[in-house]
């Protein structure tokens, strides 16, 4: 093999790697992205649960 396709196929080699690596940062993004949302769908959920305890407690009561 010449010294050029060497290098060619070195540097397709490391191109298809970037490309691998692009591919799963896009991946991992986009589950970063729906994890974030659920957490802050639950906390929503958890404040919102949270009120309603609250409203349920008559207002002459002493909450400590």
Known sequence: ???G???R???ETIMMALD???QTIDVMTSVV???RNY???QEAAAANKEQETLADIPSDRIIH
């Open 1 to 3: 093999m010449a010294e």
């Open 5 to 7: 396709d060497k290098t």
């Open 9 to 11: 196929s070195e540097t």
């Open 20 to 22: 691998q690596i692009s």
């Open 33 to 35: 992205g729906r994890l």
């Open 39 to 41: 957490m802050e769908q």
